[in-house]
């Protein structure tokens, strides 16, 4: 299905599924996980138990789709703390714990919750982190991603992207659905549906609206949709195809791919839809572009030189040089964050994977171990790599560590999931 990607983008659609649950696979690298216990939350002596999200749950489930964290088993341990006078660090010395998180979870009036936890390190015997939360009911899991978030950061010194969001196409009942949720694949909710397809969703640098490919006026049409008042605009409905919409790291503007007057090439336009320039040339076929982090350049795929490869061009245009020489076909760039790595879909000859590329050396590792991988998308800390791929001939949404030791699946849940973007944090 790749090898028509450059001239019918739209043919990638495939049916979708919106609710999956997230499971891990852990492919070597168990020696360097941080051993860590998470004592269940409940609610302060006295108080009374209350129906929650369990937040415990999904601070476990965070850290573990990190493969960073192996995750303690707690129920044998005799005392349960809640609190810092309760703890004894040598029942967490027993059963090899680095790192213990205690935490409550109590009712407030008018429907809120108050969560507490404390971060503690057991070697050294101290506390690393203590954080309240006032929330709502309905805060709750975004606040249990808020607390793996910094506990990810405390153990490890980067970021984590547990608190951030993605978004897919997810098509049921022969109707399309623009659709984002939480990165564990929870929360899932309908931003447009149409009966007509959907392709090709981009974050803005902001996560507060979405660009995306609609085909309900009969051809492809790139509209632009806010997340938090749920406008939207026509941004590109120019004669031919409109497609492939990315959008700068500033905001302010989007490159697109538009079959204006002769084959697909690459246009900057505004965010507002004016002020359109051509900024590729060639005689062949460019699209799929992606900026740079600084917002000097562009990646994109073109088959100027014979078969698709992955080029770099300032993103005003100019003179387009050649990224990647390994294999025949390269397409799909996505760069991460820092500008140091570039992830694309390589045809092996075992099929279509995910590969990342050093930028400063040109070294190029293949990560996946599927064989129908597309619209590959890092995540926010460059560790993570979102994907679409087919198992048993359907769809599901994977992801693949930059090393290529973490890999994890969504479970099938009996459709297929296509054009997976990772954005930004949860509102």
């Known amino acids: 299905m790749f ?22 696979e852990v492919v070597g690298g168990a020696a360097q996980q941080i051993p860590i216990a998470i004592v269940p939350f409940a609610p302060p002596p006295g108080s009374a138990a209350i129906q929650q999200d ?10 573990r789709m990190s493969g960073l964290f192996r995750v303690l088993e707690t129920r044998g341990v005799a005392t349960q703390p809640h609190t810092i006078s309760e703890v004894k660090y040598s029942d967490w010395t027993s059963i090899q714990a680095q790192a ?14 108050k ?4 971060l503690l390190d057991v070697l050294k015997q101290n506390q690393l982190l203590a954080m309240e939360f006032n929330i709502t009911q309905a805060q709750q899991r975004a606040t249990a991603h808020r607390i793996a978030d910094m506990i990810y950061e405390k153990l490890t010194g980067e970021k984590g992207v547990f608190a951030t969001r993605i978004t897919y196409v997810n098509k049921e009942n022969g109707r399309y659905s623009l659709q984002v949720a939480d990165a564990d694949g929870f929360n899932a909710q309908t931003v447009v549906s149409s009966k007509e397809p959907l392709i090709s969703p981009s974050w803005s640098p902001d996560g507060t609206k979405l660009a995306y490919v609609s085909f309900e006026k009969k051809k492809p049409v790139i509209f632009v949709q806010s ?6 605009i026509v941004l590109a409905n120019f004669k031919g195809n409109n497609s492939a919409p990315a959008w700068s790291p500033d905001g302010t503007k989007l490159a697109i791919v538009l079959t204006y007057s002769a084959n697909s090439q690459i246009y900057v336009i505004n965010s507002d839809g004016t002020g359109l320039q051509q900024v590729s040339f060639s005689n062949g076929i460019d699209t799929e572009p992606e900026w740079s982090p600084d917002g000097s350049s562009m ?19 100019g003179d387009a040089k050649r990224v990647t020489f390994e294999g025949s076909y390269n397409v799909s760039p996505h760069v991460s964050t820092d500008g140091k790595l570039l992830t694309f879909i390589k045809q092996t000859p075992a099929g279509f994977k995910v590969a990342v590329q050093d930028l400063a050396t040109g070294q190029v590792q293949t990560l996946s171990d599927t064989t129908q991988d597309e619209s590959p998308s890092f995540a926010p800390n460059g560790r993570m790599i979102l994907y679409a791929t087919n198992v048993g001939g359907k769809g599901t949404l994977a992801a693949v560590s930059v090393d290529g030791r973490v890999k994890q699946r969504l479970k099938d849940s009996g459709g297929d999931v296509r054009e997976p973007s990772w954005g930004s944090a949860i509102n």
């Open 3 to 24: 090898k028509n990607r450059l001239l019918f983008i739209f043919l990638l659609l495939l049916p979708i599924v919106g609710k999956a649950e997230l499971t891990v």
């Open 115 to 118: 969560i507490s936890f404390r």
């Open 227 to 232: 997340l938090v008042s749920g406008q939207r």
């Open 100 to 113: 213990l998180t205690i935490g409550t979870v109590e009712t407030l009036p008018g429907n809120r919750l």
């Open 54 to 63: 369990n937040v415990t749950n999904v601070i476990s489930a965070d850290l």
């Open 299 to 317: 990646y994109f795929t073109s088959n100027r030189g014979g078969g698709p490869q992955i080029y770099r061009m300032p993103a005003s245009g």
